[in-house]
C-alpha cells in the first residue's frame, strides 16, 4: 500500500477544499492515487467547498461568547440569511466561538486550531460548506479580557442563544459586586450596539479618522482667519467626539448623562470604582461589497440556445 504523506494529503486538500480527514480517508481508500481520490471525495460530495469558495458571502452569524472575565466575539460568513437558520451552521458559529473562547482570537491561528470532533477549524468550515452547499468564511474575530471584573455581552435580534446579526462585547475592570457589574456592562453592551461608537474616548480615534473630520471642518469654515478657524476646529472636534466615543456619547437608557457620567454613578451599587476598559462591535457584513444578481437576466442566459 502506498505511503500517504502530509504532503499528499495537503495537495489532495487544495486540490478539492475537503477536509484534512477527508482527504486522508479518500488517499487510503483509492491507496494513494490523488486523481482516484478526487473522484472519491467528488462521489462523497465532499468537493464540493473549492468550488464554492469564490462566491461573495456576506450573511451568516456574529457569536458573542463570555465566560469569566473574557469574552469573544466572532463572524461567519454564509451566502444567503436562510443558512442563518439553519441548525448545523449555528452549531458551527457557536463551536467556533468556544474555541476562540479557549484559544486567542485570531483568525490566522484560529482556523488551524483543533476543532472538537476531529480536525481543525478551516476543516470544518470546509466540511460545513461540502454539506450545507454555500460558501462560508470565518471573517473575523476579537478577544477581551480583565485580571479583575466582568466582559459583557450582548447580541441584537438573536436568532439563538448569543447568535445574530450584531454582537458586541464589553470590558468592565473592577473589585466590585459581580452580578452588578455584568448588568451594567449589558446596559453598556446595548448603548454599544445601537450607537455604534468608533472609540472609547478621544484619545482612541483612529488620526486618519480625526484628519479627515478636521479637514471637513477647514473646508467648510475657509476664508476664515487663522485663529478663528482654529476655535472652529477645536469646538467642531469636540462635537464629534461627543457623537463618536463611547464615554461621551449620551447613554441610551438616560440621554441626560454621558456613559462615563453614567459608570461613575454605577459605583455605588458596585460598591467600587468602575472603568470601561474596551469594546468590540461586530454587525454583519459590514464592509462587505454584495453582489446584486438579476435573477430574471440568469434564467434567460440559462435558457438562451448556443
Given at each position: ?138 471573517r473575523r474575530a476579537a478577544e477581551l479580557h480583565v485580571g479583575q471584573g466582568v466582559v459583557a455581552s450582548y447580541v441584537h435580534n438573536a436568532i439563538s ?91 441610551i437608557h438616560d440621554n441626560a448623562k454621558t456613559v462615563a457620567q453614567a459608570v461613575r454613578e454605577s459605583e455605588k451599587t458596585v460598591g467600587a470604582p ?33
Amino acid at each position: 500500500m502506498a505511503q500517504i504523506t502530509a504532503a499528499l494529503v495537503k495537495d489532495l486538500r487544495e486540490k478539492t477544499g475537503a477536509g484534512m480527514m477527508d482527504c486522508k480517508n479518500a488517499l487510503n481508500e483509492t491507496g494513494g492515487d490523488i486523481e482516484a481520490a478526487i473522484d472519491w471525495l467528488r462521489k462523497k460530495g465532499l468537493s464540493r467547498a473549492a468550488k464554492k469558495s469564490g462566491r461573495v458571502a456576506a450573511e451568516g452569524l456574529v457569536a458573542a461568547t463570555v465566560r469569566g472575565n473574557r469574552g469573544v466575539v466572532v463572524e461567519v460568513n454564509s451566502e444567503t440569511d436562510f443558512v442563518a437558520r439553519n441548525e448545523e451552521f449555528q452549531a458551527l458559529v457557536r463551536a467556533i466561538a468556544d474555541v476562540a473562547i479557549e484559544k486567542k482570537a485570531d483568525v490566522s491561528d484560529l482556523l488551524g486550531t483543533h476543532y472538537p470532533g476531529g480536525g481543525t477549524v478551516q476543516d470544518a468550515i470546509a466540511n460545513a460548506i461540502a454539506t450545507i452547499g454555500e460558501n462560508m468564511t470565518l471573517r473575523r474575530a476579537a478577544e477581551l479580557h480583565v485580571g479583575q471584573g466582568v466582559v459583557a455581552s450582548y447580541v441584537h435580534n438573536a436568532i439563538s442563544d448569543g447568535l445574530g446579526k450584531i454582537g458586541v462585547i464589553v470590558a468592565l475592570e473592577s473589585t466590585g459586586d459581580a452580578e452588578a457589574l455584568a448588568a451594567l456592562g449589558r446596559q453598556v453592551a446595548m448603548h454599544v450596539a445601537a450607537t455604534s461608537p468608533v472609540a472609547l474616548d478621544a484619545a482612541g480615534v483612529d488620526p486618519a479618522i480625526l484628519a479627515r473630520e478636521k479637514n471637513v471642518l477647514a473646508e467648510k469654515n475657509a476664508g476664515k482667519p487663522a485663529h478663528v478657524l482654529e476655535k472652529i476646529i477645536e469646538s467642531g472636534l469636540k462635537t464629534y467626539y461627543k457623537e463618536v466615543c463611547l464615554l461621551e456619547q449620551p447613554f441610551i437608557h438616560d440621554n441626560a448623562k454621558t456613559v462615563a457620567q453614567a459608570v461613575r454613578e454605577s459605583e455605588k451599587t458596585v460598591g467600587a470604582p468602575v472603568a470601561v476598559k474596551g469594546f468590540f462591535r461586530f454587525a454583519l457584513g459590514e464592509g462587505i461589497e454584495k453582489q446584486e444578481n438579476d435573477f430574471a437576466a440568469e434564467v434567460a442566459a440559462a435558457v438562451k440556445p448556443n
